[in-house]
């Protein structure tokens, strides 16, 4: 068994069903209350739930989807996905208290499962582990804090320390944190975006001007085309289905791009529709383009070609040729860098016929009200920022960006994570932004470039950078590579995490390693002035306040903000603003100082405080979706893209890691995957029939999944052959099992995202 990776045990439990062909309706109910009841106490578990996504109550910690614009239900604005990370937060029945430390050796916690390890409990005081020491042992927030400080002012340089940030945490918190570590003297700020959605980020601003999406919740239901690529709603983002549903009954037609025939992609039963639980499920896709992993820019190309060729047999009502001359550049050259290609190749390296793509077009090639929705199936490959760059492409020759009903729309995975870069966590920070913390606090920020989430775990391993400070996550699960990870982990001299529950990051630790215990999204945050809200920015850009409502499990928790300006008092204890003193514990009592300041730094957050008490909170300003474009020229950008042929050997597969439906994120909620039809088992690998017989397997045997990478071989133990239908040559299974499978070094290009979702593989029976 690795030290590094969750156990390779098998439950030996596994039992296999049909897939669904529609997601949610009572199950997913069933589902929802089982969580939350379970471990939480009726009362506690439902106060929770009823002012989960409220505008009087806080954001869900799971998935960043928007709420509605205008009505909500006041009955349950929330999903499955939501309502079990929701039950994961307010669990009563455990805590994670000094007594399972003193019990459990860091070694034994390591034998544990991450199922288990999650169902411990809320973490309830400062853990410390000292430099060979077996167990965590309790330490007094302030200690804490001191050595903390110590390990950071005995650094030679600022650029020794990392500190990395998950989605899940609040504006006002990012906020402080950037300017923490920046007056400390780094930008080495990676987050969970960098294993993502930076694909996204860096296409869109090269491309439009802005790495975010450019519709609104609203734009879904004005939509006439809704094309879903690389993504798996019913699962990842199980409330974006109501609006595809509204949009569905509204005349539009949805078209669905994945190797996996997924249940939330072809159908929806409302469980809030009386309609569809007793009627039955809305039918969602109207095409579905089954395509080879990595195989989408080919398809994009292709459809791209079609319309040209559309717009030739009838000019003028195919094209925005208006659009296309008065907003964009590089037309001209994208049009013609298109001939090199033929159609046929195209369709067939989709594993398409011609035929199908041409039916898929003519259901937009008169409409403009095209939307483009994608995530990580098309954000982690080599060519992932090229891909993307073809969506926009393809949008702008139908003149699909800055009208209702069009547009792109990524779909962001975690709840915040665009916030947090909107409030300047980011490796890369613009010089604006610089010049404006410089203006506001007065000091001169660094002005390096920090590292990624890539570089951060090779200066750790290195030894280039020797203390890592993460703000939530899991990080040695999350990243790519695991057993790399955990080398460049357990070569720090301190390792910090600031968590609400127990995972194995904090048992791939440095030299010293600390655990300090926060609140979630659902606990009240009580300071010296009162309660506190924070706020968070969804998928399509609405910042809304988000307030707990229950107690917290035990009073020794500390907020984010209050963790961080208590450590930058320690840190930084001679920082002086422009106009006094920095005031840390005055921004720990009142958040709304916090807003005030974001206000002077972040450009669309103007009255931030005020705008941020409307209900349902504000959009902030988005060039692409008024035709602004502020890229260099002023312009969107046609860009030209060569696609990918993954030219597999004799018993080689092109395997994408995937997501369970008992799972957010690296969280582990369950073993159950029941849209695909999996029961009590994670450490599966789903296969096309013709590859398992071609290979010499047989459903359910055991295997051994190889990548090799630079000469090196890296293995992932005891696996379960399972038949699906997925195309040939492709295969899925599970993260974070199947990351120790991504090398370190292979990531997209200009990006640096780990390419988990394209990973050359060979498979080896286990003997019995």
């Known amino acids: 068994m690795s030290r590094n990776t969750p156990p390779e045990e098998l439950t030996g439990e596994l039992k ?27 009362g506690r578990g439902w106060k929770a739930l009823i002012k989960l996504n409220q505008k009087d109550g806080y954001d869900c910690p799971s998935c960043a989807w928007p709420d509605p ?34 019990r459990y050796s860091v070694e034994e916690l390591l034998q544990k499962t991450d199922l288990w390890l999650g169902q411990q409990g809320r973490l309830t005081q400062p853990m410390v582990l000292r430099p060979g020491g077996t167990h965590y042992e309790p330490i007094e927030w302030g200690d804490a804090f001191q050595l903390i400080a110590d390990e950071l002012h005995s650094l030679n340089s600022p650029d020794e320390a990392i500190f990395y940030t998950s989605g899940r945490t609040s504006n006002e918190a990012a906020f402080v944190y950037q300017l923490f570590v920046r007056m400390f003297g780094t930008n080495n700020m990676p987050d969970c975006s960098n294993m993502c959605h930076e694909s996204t980020s860096v296409a869109l ?82 095409i579905f383009l089954q395509v080879r992993i990595n195989s989408d820019l080919a398809l994009l190309k292709a459809m791209c070609k079609i319309l040209l060729d559309e717009e030739k047999k009838s000019p003028g009502n195919v094209l925005d040729q208006q659009f296309i001359q008065q907003y964009t550049s590089g037309y001209e050259a994208f049009v013609k860098s298109l001939d090199q290609y033929d159609l046929n190749e195209l369709a067939a390296q989709c594993g398409l016929a011609v035929a199908q793509i041409q039916k898929t077009v003519d259901l937009f090639k008169h409409t403009p009200r095209l939307i483009i929705c994608w995530a990580m199936g098309l954000t982690q490959h080599k060519n992932a920022v090229y891909t993307i760059n073809e969506i926009i492409n393809l949008l702008l020759l139908k003149g699909s960006i800055g009208i209702e009903g069009g547009g792109a729309s990524p779909i962001r995975g975690h709840s915040n994570v665009q916030g947090d870069r909107t409030m300047g966590i980011w490796e890369k920070p613009k010089p604006e932004f610089l010049d404006a913390l410089k203006k506001v606090f007065g000091f001169e920020p660094p002005r ?112 984010e903000v209050a963790i961080i300006c208590e450590l930058a008092k320690r840190v930084l204890p001679n920082q002086e603003v422009r106009r006094g003193q920095l005031n840390w514990d005055a921004l720990v009592a009142n958040y709304d100082l916090i807003r005030d300041l974001i206000e002077q730094v972040v450009p669309g957050f103007n009255n931030y405080n005020q705008m941020v008490r409307k209900p349902g909170g504000f959009y902030i300003p988005n060039g692409p979706r008024v035709r ?141």
């Not at 939501?82 to 208290?97: I, P, R, Y």
């Not at 994945?258 to 409302?270: I, K, S, V, Y």
């Not at 990478?709 to 993260?735: E, K, L, M, S, W």
Request: contains cysteine; hydrophobic residues 35%; proline residues 5%.
């Open 448 to 559: 390096k470039d920090g590292f990624d989430t890539v570089a951060s775990v090779k200066a750790m391993h290195e030894g280039k950078a020797k203390v890592f400070f993460g703000l939530g996550g899991n990080f040695a699960m999350a990243v790519s590579d695991t057993n790399y990870t955990a080398e460049a982990l357990r070569t720090c001299k301190l390792t910090v995490h600031v968590s609400t529950k127990l995972n194995r990051s904090h048992l791939i630790h440095g030299e010293t390693a600390l655990i300090l215990p926060c609140l979630g999204r659902t606990d009240r945050d009580r300071q010296a002035t009162g309660e506190q809200f924070v706020s968070c920015e969804s998928t399509t850009g609405v910042v809304a306040q988000s307030h707990g409502v229950v107690d917290p499990v035990v009073d020794t928790l500390k907020s």
């Open 205 to 286: 601003a090269d491309s439009i001007g802005l790495g975010k999406a450019s519709v609104k919740y609203e734009d879904y239901e004005k939509a006439d085309v809704i094309m879903i690529m690389g993504q798996n709603p019913g699962t990842n983002a199980p409330r974006m289905l109501t609006p595809l549903e509204t949009a569905k009954r509204n005349g539009a037609k949805v078209i669905a791009v994945n190797p996996l025939r997924e249940a939330g992609l072809l159908a929806f039963r409302n469980p809030q529709s009386p309609r569809d639980m007793l009627l039955g499920a809305e039918k969602l896709t109207d």
């Open 628 to 768: 602004e474009f502020k890229t260099k020229d002023g312009k969107a950008h046609f860009t030209i893209n060569t696609p990918t042929y993954h030219d597999l050997q004799t018993g080689e597969l092109l395997l994408m890691t995937i997501r369970s439906h008992d799972q957010f994120n690296t969280t582990v909620y369950g073993y159950n995957d029941r849209y695909r039809g999996i029961y009590n088992e994670r450490r599966v690998v789903f296969m096309n029939p013709d590859d398992i017989v071609n290979l010499g397997l047989q459903e359910k045997q055991i295997v051994d999944i190889h990548s090799f990478y630079a000469g090196q071989q890296r293995t992932a133990h005891r696996f379960v052959v399972v038949t699906y239908d997925i195309p040939r040559g492709c295969c899925a299974a599970y993260f974070p099992e199947t990351n120790v499978l991504v090398p370190i070094d292979s990531i997209a290009e200009k990006s640096h995202t780990p390419t988990s979702k394209s990973i050359v593989v060979t498979m080896t029976p286990v003997a019995k």
């Open 16 to 42: 296999i069903e049909k897939p669904y062909d529609e997601a949610a309706g009572l199950p997913a109910i069933v589902a929802s209350f089982k969580h939350v009841l379970h471990g939480t106490g009726t």
């Open 69 to 102: 614009d205008g009505h909500r239900s006041a009955i349950a604005e929330y999903c499955e996905s939501g309502a079990k990370a929701v039950a994961d937060e307010v669990m009563t029945s455990h805590t994670a208290s000094p007594v399972l430390f003193q």
